[in-house]
C-alpha cells in the first residue's frame, strides 16, 4: 500500500518542472523537485497514520489520549522529550551508541544487542 501512494506522490511530483513556480499546494513555493517529492512523500505518510490510527480506533477501542500517551512514552524512551525517536540506541553493556540499529552486535564492545522491532 505505501508503495502504492509514494508511486503515486511521485508520479504528481513530475508533473511540476524544476524552478517552475506551479506548486501542488496553495500557498507554498516549491522550486525544487526533490523537495515537491519529499512534501507528497510526507502527505502520504500522514494519511497512511491517519488511516491506521482510525482502524486502531475503530477496531479496538483505543482512545486518541491512549495515542498521545504511548507517543509521548516511546519519545522519552531515549532519554529526550524532544518529538523524535532516537536515531540509534545505546548498548546496554558498555552505553556507547549504536553504529548501526539493525545489527545484533555492539562494534565497541561484542555485546549481544536486542532488537526493539522494526522502527
Partial sequence: MFSFL????IR???????GSTATPHPGTNLKSTEFRIADE???ALRL?????WSLVKEK???????????IL???AAD???DGRVSAS???????????????????????????????
Avoid at 6 to 9: D, M, Q, R, Y
Avoid at 48 to 52: D, F
Avoid at 90 to 104: D, E, F, S, T
Wanted: net charge negative; charged share 25%; proline share 4%.
Fill in 60 to 70: 479496538h477501542g483505543a482512545t486518541d489520549q491512549d495515542l498521545m500517551d504511548r
Fill in 6 to 9: 509514494l508511486t503515486g506522490a
Fill in 89 to 119: 540506541p545505546n548498548c546496554l553493556q558498555c552505553g556507547h551508541r549504536m553504529l548501526m540499529r539493525a545489527r545484533a552486535i555492539c562494534v565497541w564492545c561484542g555485546a549481544e544487542t536486542k532488537t526493539a522491532g522494526p522502527f
Fill in 41 to 43: 512523500k510526507i502527505e
Fill in 79 to 81: 532519554g529526550k522529550l
Fill in 73 to 75: 512514552e516511546l519519545d
Fill in 48 to 52: 497512511a497514520c491517519a488511516a491506521m
Fill in 12 to 18: 504528481r511530483a513530475d508533473e511540476f518542472e524544476p
